[in-house]
């Protein structure tokens, strides 16, 4: 937290393991509260945002030590940083290599960029307006198989009274484009969504359920698995749950191996992640 | 030299003779070497390493023995079955997955539980220091772990033998009900020792404790503070607290007593003062000064603003300061050597302040009065100083000693208070074994996987 850096672990690694790689400096120019990391498999990259300067960064695949990213998004243009959401952003990214777009939750917005842009660049499309039903969005993953997005609210304090959602958009959406689908409600158990993923050949959402933001040890954390033409109050298909057997406290990321038929999970109070075997989802 | 055909044809012959030779003395060792593994029964890996060893292992386009290790835990993890009837090209699976893309899989109206343990667990065991004060009136050094979510005091004597795994400390506060997470900052009042606790993020509350707290103990008193505070500094005369907050770039500053809700006295913030991601915040009474460190992420523009990155850079502001007010004199640029400098302090009786310099593994000491692109006085840094991710720092005035926690190897390291340069330290505190360098995850918000190496990708 203190100490910004992106540790790199070998898939096997366990406790006290140490990082095959560590990127971390000056040059590298990550701050700490980054809130997602992508690897983009096609083009070897992995792409950051450093929420603070309100930039995207995309960096080697390989990248170590105090390298400096090869692309940054950032400046008067690109329209990074919605003055109305909470401790500012961008917090998160996803990359869609089929298509070569970069996409950001900014608040009440989307913003799409071309994958190969570098600087003060204009974003390629923008979703914004009151039919998107977006308000404080922070999270997003990108489906380019079933050609869908799905974007979610990440910070829900104690106390209040509205639930996040997860809402489901075209891929291609722009302007004041409705929602194809709204999963919310009681039976989703939905309080706030951290990180997204999708896993496009069977059209599975993965979600990541961290519970409320201001809790240490909240009730109601799990990993939980929709589809990507889920709508309504409805339940998630399968869900991994912070039980005394997952050892869960927090998790706040998810990430897919679908060769291994693997999930892990980065639990924020246990400072760790968890690996688990998930081959009903693959 | 030119060879007749009868010559080469001898030659050839006698390498022939020599490789068949060559052949049955290497089929007679790996022999005896799989004899020997199998007359012994249950051996031991190492003497299967030796065995194949000693067998010359090389390339022989056959199965061969190359190591041997232990099948992992396994929770649930098993091969699937297959049906007789799957399709098992590639092709085939691919074509499969495309026609379910297309499909809507049926649901029942409850979710499947999965019960289910990870198969592995990537976490670091020990503490990982963020930030190190003292106890004026003991000399106890109290360490923040930003890892376990602690605070472990040590003796300033303690030192930990090269052997040791690990020095215990005289007392931990820690668990629950204190409320520490993610906790950066820490001061101690110099006349009544209360401990005075920051928090980064999470739960955006200073929590402050008796002298004596130890255990699970909930906070004597806390302060809602501005999400994202980092570095802490006390004006003892006027009893005003200090606090740098990354999240707006600014120094909030309270009354030393505040607590519950109470609002800041006053702030400095806004695009004159040139806050960039605060970090470290110290006070130099005698000539009324507050001195920051600064990542370099910042905001520009009006309406709407937008991201910049400049160089890191130590700011420094009049006491009086508030609102938006442009720093008296900025050190920056190459010659300073600065890289994501943390924490700061000033010596007064020197006239110089340290600088806990984490991505450059250094110490860096620079004059109160410096500005501009200057090279710091003095820095320690090297191989025989032990630092690592040097992330707090401080004089101990009475014994004339420089502290450091260093948060990428487990341990405080004590120097002389001039030290200067690639010095070992006088005594090291070590909270893990020797030669442990810490994982430094810290909150971690995200996790990505390389497919293509297998690696997995945690970002703090």
């Known amino acids: 937290m203190a100490h910004p850096q992106i540790a790199v672990f070998a898939r096997l690694a366990t406790e006290n393991s140490q990082p095959v790689r560590l990127l971390s400096g000056q040059k590298t120019r990550l701050s700490r509260t980054m809130h997602d990391v992508r690897y983009d498999e096609v083009n070897d990259e992995m792409l950051v945002t450093n929420p603070f300067a309100r930039a995207i960064m995309v960096f080697r695949g390989g990248a170590d030590g105090e390298e400096a990213p090869i692309r940054i998004i950032q400046g008067s243009n690109t329209m990074l940083g919605d003055p109305t959401r909470y401790a500012g952003g961008p917090d998160r990214v996803a990359v869609d290599a089929v298509h070569d777009e970069i996409f950001v939750p900014d608040g009440s917005r989307v913003l799409v960029f071309d994958r190969k842009a570098n600087g003060n660049v204009a974003p390629i499309r923008v979703l914004e307006g009151p039919d998107t039903r977006m308000d404080n969005e922070g999270t997003l993953a990108v489906d380019p198989l079933n050609n869908v997005i799905a974007v979610a609210q990440d910070t829900v304090t104690a106390g209040s009274a509205k639930m996040a959602h997860i809402l489901i958009f075209d891929r291609t959406a722009k302007g004041n484009a409705k929602p194809r689908g709204e999963i919310a409600g009681p039976k989703t158990e939905i309080i706030r969504i951290n990180q997204l993923q999708m896993h496009p050949p069977k059209g599975w959402i993965v979600a990541a359920q961290p519970g409320f933001i201001d809790v240490q040890k909240p009730e109601g954390v799990f990993i939980g698995v929709w589809h990507v033409s889920d709508n309504g109050d409805v339940p998630p298909r399968w869900k991994i749950g912070g039980t005394a057997k997952s050892v869960m406290l927090k998790p706040r990321g998810v990430v897919l191996n679908p060769k291994h038929k693997e999930i892990m999970v980065a639990d924020m109070r246990l400072n760790s992640v968890l690996t688990f075997y998930f081959p009903e989802i693959f | ?460």
């Open chain 2, 1 to 460: 030299m030119a060879l007749s055909a009868t010559q080469g044809e001898r030659m050839i012959r006698n390498f022939n003779l020599q490789a068949k030779r060559f052949g049955v003395l290497t089929g007679s060792l790996l022999g005896g070497a799989a004899l020997y593994v199998l007359l012994m029964g249950n051996v031991a890996a190492p003497e299967l390493a030796d065995a194949s060893k000693a067998a010359l292992r090389s390339a022989s386009g056959a199965p061969q023995l190359v190591a041997v290790a232990p099948l992992q835990a396994m929770d649930g993890e098993m091969c699937e079955w297959m049906p007789a009837s799957a399709e098992s090209s590639l092709l085939a699976a691919l074509q499969q997955d495309r026609a379910q893309s297309g499909a809507v899989p049926a649901r029942s109206t409850a979710s499947v539980a999965i019960e289910r343990e990870p198969v592995r667990q990537i976490r670091d065991t020990y503490p990982t220091f963020s930030a190190i004060a003292q106890d004026a009136r003991t000399g106890d050094i109290f360490m923040q772990d930003e890892n376990l979510f602690g605070i472990r005091v040590f003796d300033r004597l303690d030192n930990t033998p090269p052997n040791a795994a690990f020095t215990e400390p005289k007392r931990y506060l820690g668990g629950h009900n204190t409320k520490l997470e993610f906790n950066c900052g820490l001061y101690i009042d110099p006349k009544t020792g209360d401990i005075y606790s920051v928090n980064n993020d999470t739960t955006d509350t200073l929590v402050i404790f008796e002298a004596n707290a130890k255990g699970d103990v909930p906070p004597d008193r806390e302060l809602r503070t501005p999400h994202g505070t980092y570095g802490i500094a006390v004006d003892e005369g006027k009893q005003e607290m200090y606090l740098t907050v990354e999240h707006t770039n600014a120094i909030a500053v309270f009354n030393k007593y505040a607590q519950g809700t109470d609002k800041a006295l006053r702030e400095i913030r806004g695009l004159s003062t040139h806050l960039a991601d605060p970090h470290g915040v110290s006070l130099d009474i005698k000539n009324q000064l507050i001195l920051v460190t600064n990542h370099g992420n910042t905001l520009e523009g009006q309406n709407p603003t937008y991201g910049k990155f400049i160089p890191p850079a130590i700011t420094v502001y009049p006491m009086s300061a508030k609102g938006d007010i442009a720093p008296l004199r900025t050190i920056a640029g190459a010659k300073t050597m600065l890289n994501w400098p943390a924490h700061i302090w000033v010596d007064e009786g020197r006239g110089e302040f340290y600088v806990a310099n984490d991505a450059d593994h250094s110490i860096l000491v620079f004059g109160i009065e410096d500005q501009g692109d200057v090279a710091p006085r003095r820095m320690i840094r090297g191989a025989n100083t032990q630092l690592r991710n040097p992330m707090g720092v401080f004089v101990d005035l009475q014994n004339d000693e420089l502290w450091v926690s260093n948060m990428g190897n487990h341990r405080a390291t004590v120097y002389p208070r001039t030290a200067n340069g690639n010095v070992a330290p006088k005594r090291v505190i070590r909270s893990a074994p020797q030669g442990k360098i810490a994982q430094a995850i810290g909150n971690p918000g995200a996790v990505g996987y390389d497919s293509k190496r297998e690696q997995v990708l945690v970002p703090n």
